[in-house]
């Protein structure tokens, strides 16, 4: 069975940071791709950045290019995500997601856990 565990989310003040951590298992995580989703109060779910495989090539939305970066440590079984200069906007729950392959293409399957909060407020 496939789980997905996020933690390392908190209340942190804008221009703060972060690092979330998405533990795995279940399956063989250095062979797919992940990526990180996120999901606003009222909104639906913003795709956020997706790393390969090898954890060689990422990828990030417009709104976080810059501040965030993501990782993957395949003897772990882990990907993290770490996010600075963090802003109001970027308040959500934050889930990991794993793709069918080990490219950051198609459809992804989030975790069917609560996900990490991450607020972001003075």
């Known amino acids: 069975e496939v789980q997905l565990v996020e933690s390392g989310g908190g209340l942190v003040q804008p221009g703060g940071s972060l690092r979330l951590s998405c533990a795995a298992s279940?399956?063989?995580?250095?062979?797919?791709?992940m990526c990180w989703v996120r999901q606003a109060p009222g909104k639906g779910l913003e795709w956020v950045s997706a790393i390969n495989s090898g954890g060689v090539s990422r990828s990030y939305a417009d709104s976080v290019k810059g501040r965030f970066t993501i990782s993957r440590d395949n003897a772990k079984n882990t990907l993290y995500l770490q996010m600075n200069s963090l802003k109001p906007e970027d308040t959500a729950v934050y889930y990991c997601?794993?793709?069918?392959?080990?490219?950051?293409?198609?459809?992804?399957?989030?975790?069917g856990g609560q996900g990490t909060q991450v607020t972001v407020s003075s």
């Open positions: 279940g399956f063989t995580f250095s062979s797919y791709a």
């Open positions: 997601a794993k793709y069918r392959g080990p490219y950051y293409s198609g459809t992804y399957s989030k975790s």
